[in-house]
Protein backbone atom coordinates (compact mmCIF):
# COMPACT_ATOMS: atom_id res chain seq x y z
CA UNK A 1 0.00 0.00 0.00
CA UNK A 2 1.13 3.53 -0.80
CA UNK A 3 2.30 6.02 1.86
CA UNK A 4 -0.79 8.12 2.32
CA UNK A 5 -1.00 11.40 1.38
CA UNK A 6 -3.14 14.50 -0.30
CA UNK A 7 -2.43 15.02 -3.44
CA UNK A 8 -3.72 18.11 -5.32
CA UNK A 9 -4.36 18.03 -9.09
CA UNK A 10 -3.71 21.48 -11.20
CA UNK A 11 -5.03 21.30 -14.44
CA UNK A 12 -7.78 23.25 -16.57
CA UNK A 13 -8.53 20.25 -18.89
CA UNK A 14 -11.49 17.98 -17.53
CA UNK A 15 -10.59 15.08 -18.97
CA UNK A 16 -7.05 15.17 -17.83
CA UNK A 17 -7.91 15.79 -14.35
CA UNK A 18 -10.26 13.56 -14.58
CA UNK A 19 -7.41 10.44 -15.77
CA UNK A 20 -5.02 12.03 -13.58
CA UNK A 21 -7.99 11.51 -10.42
CA UNK A 22 -8.50 8.14 -11.57
CA UNK A 23 -4.97 6.86 -11.82
CA UNK A 24 -4.56 8.43 -8.15
CA UNK A 25 -7.17 7.26 -6.66
CA UNK A 26 -6.73 3.37 -7.86
CA UNK A 27 -3.66 3.95 -6.67
CA UNK A 28 -5.14 4.33 -3.09
CA UNK A 29 -4.11 8.39 -2.84
CA UNK A 30 -6.38 10.85 -1.84
CA UNK A 31 -7.55 13.52 -4.05
CA UNK A 32 -8.47 16.71 -2.23
CA UNK A 33 -9.58 18.64 -5.22
CA UNK A 34 -8.49 20.14 -8.65
CA UNK A 35 -7.65 23.45 -9.53
CA UNK A 36 -7.95 24.52 -12.65
CA UNK A 37 -6.98 28.58 -12.17
CA UNK A 38 -5.36 30.81 -10.22
CA UNK A 39 -8.66 32.31 -9.32
CA UNK A 40 -9.56 28.52 -7.72
CA UNK A 41 -6.94 28.50 -5.62
CA UNK A 42 -8.41 30.77 -2.78
CA UNK A 43 -10.86 27.84 -2.74
CA UNK A 44 -8.53 25.42 -1.59
CA UNK A 45 -9.83 23.99 1.58
CA UNK A 46 -7.21 21.41 2.62
CA UNK A 47 -2.96 21.64 2.56
CA UNK A 48 -2.15 18.89 -0.81
CA UNK A 49 0.98 17.36 0.44
CA UNK A 50 2.20 17.06 -3.24
CA UNK A 51 0.51 18.94 -6.16
CA UNK A 52 0.43 17.78 -9.77
CA UNK A 53 1.04 21.05 -12.01
CA UNK A 54 0.16 21.90 -15.51
CA UNK A 55 1.47 25.20 -16.76
CA UNK A 56 -0.94 26.32 -18.92
CA UNK A 57 -4.24 26.96 -17.36
CA UNK A 58 -7.65 28.15 -18.29
CA UNK A 59 -5.55 31.96 -17.37
CA UNK A 60 -2.81 31.36 -18.91
CA UNK A 61 0.80 30.68 -18.05
CA UNK A 62 -0.28 30.56 -14.07
CA UNK A 63 0.82 26.77 -13.35
CA UNK A 64 4.30 28.46 -12.26
CA UNK A 65 3.25 30.87 -9.85
CA UNK A 66 0.71 28.48 -8.28
CA UNK A 67 3.63 25.70 -7.57
CA UNK A 68 5.66 28.20 -5.95
CA UNK A 69 2.50 29.83 -3.89
CA UNK A 70 1.96 25.79 -2.83
CA UNK A 71 4.87 25.44 -1.96
CA UNK A 72 5.60 28.34 0.15
CA UNK A 73 2.11 28.23 1.64
CA UNK A 74 2.16 24.46 2.70
CA UNK A 75 5.84 23.21 1.83
CA UNK A 76 3.71 20.75 -1.07
CA UNK A 77 6.21 18.89 -3.24
CA UNK A 78 5.42 19.92 -6.82
CA UNK A 79 5.26 17.91 -9.78
CA UNK A 80 4.94 19.74 -12.82
CA UNK A 81 2.99 17.49 -15.14
CA UNK A 82 3.19 19.54 -18.56
CA UNK A 83 3.62 18.74 -22.63
CA UNK A 84 6.64 21.89 -22.56
CA UNK A 85 8.70 22.42 -19.31
CA UNK A 86 10.96 24.86 -20.81
CA UNK A 87 7.96 27.36 -19.83
CA UNK A 88 8.97 26.88 -16.47
CA UNK A 89 10.60 30.14 -15.51
CA UNK A 90 11.23 29.47 -11.59
CA UNK A 91 10.50 26.24 -10.60
CA UNK A 92 9.25 25.91 -7.02
CA UNK A 93 11.38 25.36 -4.40
CA UNK A 94 9.95 22.09 -3.66
CA UNK A 95 9.96 21.02 -7.47
CA UNK A 96 10.49 17.01 -7.75
CA UNK A 97 10.59 17.16 -11.06
CA UNK A 98 8.67 16.75 -14.45
CA UNK A 99 6.34 14.03 -16.00
CA UNK A 100 5.75 14.83 -19.68
CA UNK A 101 2.93 15.14 -21.48
CA UNK A 102 1.64 12.42 -22.66
CA UNK A 103 2.04 10.52 -19.67
CA UNK A 104 1.84 7.12 -18.33
CA UNK A 105 -0.14 5.43 -15.22
CA UNK A 106 3.15 4.33 -14.09
CA UNK A 107 4.99 7.63 -14.43
CA UNK A 108 2.51 9.76 -12.34
CA UNK A 109 2.62 6.89 -9.39
CA UNK A 110 6.48 6.50 -9.39
CA UNK A 111 6.52 10.26 -9.09
CA UNK A 112 3.76 9.94 -5.98
CA UNK A 113 5.27 7.68 -4.49
CA UNK A 114 9.31 9.69 -4.88
CA UNK A 115 7.47 13.03 -3.80
CA UNK A 116 5.93 11.14 -0.37
CA UNK A 117 9.45 9.02 0.44
CA UNK A 118 11.37 10.21 2.74
CA UNK A 119 14.29 10.60 -0.13
CA UNK A 120 12.26 13.74 -1.07
CA UNK A 121 11.81 15.15 2.10
CA UNK A 122 15.25 15.38 2.51
CA UNK A 123 16.75 19.05 4.11
CA UNK A 124 18.83 20.06 0.75
CA UNK A 125 17.18 21.73 -2.20
CA UNK A 126 16.36 19.15 -4.48
CA UNK A 127 17.47 19.70 -7.76
CA UNK A 128 14.54 19.63 -11.00
CA UNK A 129 15.17 17.34 -12.92
CA UNK A 130 13.32 14.66 -15.13
CA UNK A 131 11.27 11.76 -13.82
CA UNK A 132 13.31 9.57 -15.49
CA UNK A 133 16.34 10.56 -13.52
CA UNK A 134 14.37 10.38 -10.33
CA UNK A 135 12.81 6.59 -11.09
CA UNK A 136 16.88 5.93 -11.70
CA UNK A 137 17.39 7.20 -8.01
CA UNK A 138 14.13 5.57 -6.51
CA UNK A 139 15.91 2.46 -7.27
CA UNK A 140 20.11 3.37 -6.47
Known amino acids: MPVSGKILIVEDEFLVALQLEDILADGGY ?6 PDM ?16 L ?3 DGLTGPAIARDLAGRFGARVI ?3 ANPGQIDV ?3 TAIGIVQKPFTRQ ?7 Y ?9 RPVELEPLVQ ?3 RIHE
Open 134 to 136: IKT
Open 107 to 113: AILAAIS
Open 115 to 123: ALSDCAHAD
Open 80 to 82: YVT
Open 56 to 58: NLR
Open 30 to 35: AVIGTV
Open 39 to 54: ASLGLLGDAPDVALVD
Open 91 to 93: PAP
